[in-house]
């Protein structure tokens, strides 16, 4: 069979190449869950699930287009990425959009663009690109000169302010400064120093910063805020019980006792009508997508290759964690998504990126190894 | 690649792979935790957890806080509430809303304009659980419907807490007003993360006080646990706690001298700001036309909204913050102070004025034919010379006039607690570098200069920003920031919060040049410009005459024969401080159109001082000084 001359099977083998099986097959189902819980999210209205498809061809072209690309040209982007989210986030420092206080947006006429999103994926490019160009000899200034790669876009969107994106961001890139191997000793070292830091750094955080941390303690402080949320979401986990209460069945979600019950609370509907069972599968599912970034991350070609594979693989797991912990109510309530789940383009988009990276990478393990 | 090496790499690669193995083990561990968190909720805590989500039957209702009044320095009440019933339809409850409507307009009067306010509140709110169809129901309204309450789904009535501006168009641009909070408001009130303390509330300030104190006027909104049926109905209040009211938000502004200098504006358009010296408080500030703040209320009807906005007088426009105008001859004292404080001229120096001033092949004219004669810098400022000031700009230059007007705040916003503020234009070399992009027009031409002496070419201020410099001058330099509110308080605790003045600056002056000056100015009121004005005045007081140029009619504007020839004139300025020794006010006065600054402004300066200092109130309004009585005073300015 022939499609413009073009024999089918060359065809599928040209679209399937890159495509790593299992990290795509993880992925999506992922994303098909996601769906599912989003049309009971959205009380059976099917214009959302609809959209939140729509915005899952784009992510899944996303990542077939950088899956397409060598480890060596992503290597060679890092650079210009980097310095581009800077200037972005200069640009929105002098002039971005101020929304009561907070400068996060550039509008740029047709859209509003938020340019600390492409630093979660530009971040760790370049400081695996920067670890990777001094392979030969890592020495401890190579740290220090990360660690400066890494505060300065941090600080920049922390002092926006928005502290969510910058703990992502502190990650992603302490992430590949880890890998990299700087030494448990300074590694300890700083531990401590963080956490002598905490008195002063709780100073400068902005009150309503404060609120949320002190409500993670006492949830009735703030019946009305994030308080609210903790308070409905725990109810709603706690009432699944093993088996769940079944698909589009979940009380909790259908009285409107959940907020956000879209976005970032979207696994206290999943796990209200999934239950005990629903959750070891789901936890499942990303740690065997995790499972297969880090065998990635193990069997990259380069320097380079290893260190984006894990780190990127480690925010799969830093998203997953930090939303089902403040739904679970042990961590307090920040804007983070469930990773593949959540209802929103850009976060999906985001998320299919890294995994094109991931591909990329594993592409690409056997042709430079001698 | 030598052995060494090799075995270098090899080494790397196991310590990568130690270290990704320990990242795994992270992950495993807080897997493990979250599994344990799972187990806990949903297993050993899960019949405690099920029972609460079945007796989930606890609505939190927001109680939304009584929002704080406006009073003036004297305790006179600007903004407050009162209690209405409103007739509200809840959209998502109801099929077809035209027929609904047309159904309650058998019971209430429903307007046209009742139908379009309600249309355009339902395509700017999102989500509203409910909105208003009419608004202050009468009793008998209230009854009527309740009797029929079971013929209709999905309407209600409420009562709710509405503002009132008792002095309607008084201080409209001061006070503002508040709406709806719009689709627009609520993202703000998300992305600040206050959505939570907002909830229950459909009011926001959207201008002036209103808007610029919102978080002290707001409150903090207080919840009520209900317990409700399984169709959502309220059974039993659980527990409660009262929303505390916002603070009641006190201004320097004197609403009694606010009304004198606005009944004193008559018909004229225009401006006037009157500041306390030494603090900075604004004590006047008027912008008129005005609007009535109490349209807005309820959410403004489209066809009062479209007269506000269409109005060739373009009321909505704040003209005292953001109309910029050239300062016309109120800038000589200025220009004289600078002269003396560079050593450009000494108060004796004197020129001869034939009328005008050659530079180059241009002739600047004075605005008295055949000049003044001998001038010094006394008479310069009293009889308002112009070719004294084109002869000293040309002296001086550009950079040192720029540098020197700077530090009396021209040319940059204040700072002042409202909303809204222009920056103006102060000019200089690098601000026509900037402001202009073609290499011929960025270039400042050594001409240029000359008309900036007299306020008029590329200047051009707010009346608030000259009535700043006058209140820095008559204070002997030292400027405060402009501000209308004085003190916030606090009404469950009775705690008082002011805000003390601010300074933002010590200007070094000469005492004895700042005391020339002063003294000129006196003599404006006694010999000069302003005498006709200023006759029999029973205090010492400085002034200072302009007049600025209207260049050309603003784009869009009708063009209407008769009109054209008002909006065409010259509009009049004043600037005035008394008494002379340890000045109380300081004011500056701008009357669009209103030709010779003796002429219009002057006299109702002379209104607001009388009163401000004497309590003394104007016989009759009236509208300006007959034409004939100031010929002599007009002319040379």
Known sequence: MEIAGYPLRRLRARVLEGIDPPLFALALALSLVGLAVLYSASYENASRVASQLASLAVALAAMWAVAQVAPQTLARLALPAYCAGIALLVAVALGGEVVNGARRWLNLGVMRFQPSEMMKIAVPMMLAWYFHRNESAIRLRDFAVAGVLLALPVAMIARQPDLGTALLVAAAGFYVIFLAGVSWKLLAGLGVLALASLFPLWGLLHDYQRRRILTLLDPSQDPLGAGYHTIQSTIAVGSGGIAGKGWLNGSQTHLEFIPERHTDFIFAVFAEEFGLVGNVLLLALYALLIARGLAIAAQAATLFGRLLAGAVTLMFFTYAFVNMGMVAGILPVVGVPLPFISYGGTALATLFVGIGLLMSIQRHRKLVRT | ?637
């Not at chain 2, 795994?24 to 799972?38: D, E, K, T, Y």
């Not at chain 2, 709110?125 to 419907?145: C, F, G, H, Q, Y």
């Not at chain 2, 689709?183 to 303390?197: F, I």
């Open chain 2, 1 to 637: 690649m030598s052995f060494a090496e090799l075995r270098n790499t090899e080494s790397e690669l196991r310590a990568f792979q130690v270290r990704l193995g320990a990242a795994g083990l992270v992950v495993l561990v807080a897997f493990a935790l979250l599994l344990a968190r799972f187990v806990w909720l949903q297993v050993l805590q899960h019949d405690a957890y099920s029972a609460m989500a079945e007796e989930n039957r606890i609505a939190i209702v927001p109680l939304p806080p009584n929002r704080g009044l406006i009073l003036d320095r004297n305790g006179d009440v600007l903004a407050r509430n009162y209690l209405a019933y409103t007739l509200e339809i809840f959209p998502a409850q109801v099929r077809d809303l035209e027929a609904t409507i047309a159904e309650l307009a058998a019971f209430v009067e429903i307007q046209p304009r009742d139908r379009a306010r309600f249309r355009k509140l339902l395509q700017e709110t999102k989500n509203a659980e409910s909105l208003p169809i009419r608004t202050r129901l009468t009793d008998e309204e209230v009854a009527r419907i309740a009797a029929n309450r079971w013929r209709f789904t999905g309407v209600d009535i409420r009562a709710r807490l509405f503002r009132r501006y008792p002095y309607g168009e008084v201080a409209s641009h001061v006070i503002g007003y508040i709406g709806r909070i719009t689709t627009s408001d609520l993202e703000q009130l998300e992305e600040s993360e206050l959505a939570a303390n907002y909830r229950g509330t459909d009011y926001i300030g959207k201008a002036g006080i209103e808007a610029s104190y919102q978080q002290e006027l707001h409150g903090i909104t207080g919840f009520e646990r209900l317990e409700i049926d399984a169709a959502g109905r309220g059974i039993r209040a659980l527990s409660r706690t009262p929303a505390q009211s916002g603070n009641n938000v006190a201004l320097t502004l004197d609403i009694r001298l606010q009304e004198v200098a606005e009944r004193a504006f008559g018909e004229w358009r225009g401006a006037l700001v009157a500041i306390e010296p030494a603090t900075g408080g604004v004590l006047a500030f008027v912008s008129k036309p005005g609007y009535d703040p109490n349209l807005f209320v309820d959410g403004i009807d489209p066809q009062s909204w479209e007269a506000l906005m269409s109005s060739p007088d373009r009321p909505l426009n704040n003209r005292a913050i953001a109309g910029l105008y050239p300062p016309g001859s109120t800038f000589k004292p200025y220009m004289a102070l600078a002269a003396l404080e560079l050593g450009k001229r000494t108060p004796r120096t004197t020129i001869s004025d034939p009328g005008y001033f050659v530079f180059g092949d241009r002739r600047f004219r004075d605005s008295k034919r055949g000049g003044h004669g001998t001038v010094d810098m006394y008479k310069s400022i009293v009889m308002s010379s112009d070719t004294y000031y084109y002869m000293l700009a040309n002296d001086m230059g550009i950079d040192a006039i720029a540098g020197f007007m700077k530090r009396f705040g021209f040319g940059a916003r204040t700072g002042i607690d409202l909303e809204g503020e222009a920056e103006g234009v102060l000019p200089s070399p690098e601000w026509k570098h900037a402001r202009f992009s073609r290499p011929e027009q960025q270039r400042w031409y050594a001409g240029e200069t000359i008309s900036i002496g007299i306020g008029q070419g590329y200047n051009a201020y707010t009346p608030l920003q000259l009535a700043q410099a006058l209140a820095t001058l008559a204070n002997n330099g030292a400027m405060f920031r402009p501000r209308l509110v004085s003190h916030v308080d606090n009404p469950r605790t009775g705690e008082r919060r002011y805000f003390e003045p601010q300074l933002v600056r010590q200007l070094q002056l000469q005492p004895e040049h700042v005391a020339f000056v002063k003294q000129a100015m006196a003599g404006v009121n006694i010999e000069g410009t302003a005498a006709r004005s200023f006759a029999g005045a029973q205090y010492t007081s400085g002034g200072k005459t302009g007049t600025a140029q209207v260049i050309a009619l603003k784009q869009g504007e009708k063009y209407e024969e008769d009109k054209v020839a008002e909006r065409l004139r010259d509009h009049s300025l004043y600037v005035a401080f008394a008494p002379l020794e340890g000045p109380k006010i300081a004011l500056a006065v701008l009357v669009e159109n209103g030709g010779f600054g003796a002429r219009t402004a002057a006299p109702i300066a002379r209104t607001v001082l009388d009163y401000y200092l004497l309590g003394k109130l104007p016989r009759a309004p009236r509208r300006a000084v007959p034409e004939a009585d100031v010929q002599s005073d007009a002319e040379s300015d």
